[in-house]
């Protein structure tokens, strides 16, 4: 049961993941300041990243036998290392705002 329970939470944050990269596309294309395009693109791709790892770790712990998971220790490496990547970007983003505000 605590495989499934794991599992089920990583799908949850791809999803997360996945609305939030809708959200920062739609900051790309309405912004018409371009160096915020560019930083939302780097988000989008960032956010892409953390749903396929989400999702391929979801399938590992969902579809092998009990005792047979790896320990994830790669793909938990990389989702840090992303979402680091998107909260940044958004921190910059939200500068390059405030500094376009007249």
């Given at each position: 049961m605590a495989a499934e329970r794991t599992s089920l939470a990583?799908?949850?944050?791809?999803?997360?993941?996945?609305?939030?990269?809708?959200?920062?596309m739609k900051?790309?294309?309405?912004?018409?300041?371009?160096?915020?395009?560019?930083?939302?693109?780097?988000?989008?791709a960032a956010l892409a990243v953390v749903t396929v790892v989400c999702v391929g770790r979801?399938?590992?712990l969902h579809s092998h036998r009990k005792g047979n998971w790896?320990?994830?220790?790669?793909?938990?490496?990389?989702m840090s290392g992303a979402i680091g990547?998107?909260?940044?970007?958004?921190?910059?983003?939200?500068?390059?705002?405030a500094a376009s505000l007249p």
């Open positions: 990583w799908r949850r944050t791809a999803i997360g993941a996945m609305a939030n990269l809708v959200l920062f900051v790309a294309f309405k912004s018409g300041f371009w160096p915020v395009t560019v930083l939302a693109f780097v988000a989008i979801s399938r590992v790896s320990n994830g220790r790669r793909a938990i490496t990389v990547c998107v909260v940044v970007t958004a921190f910059v983003i939200s500068i390059a705002y």
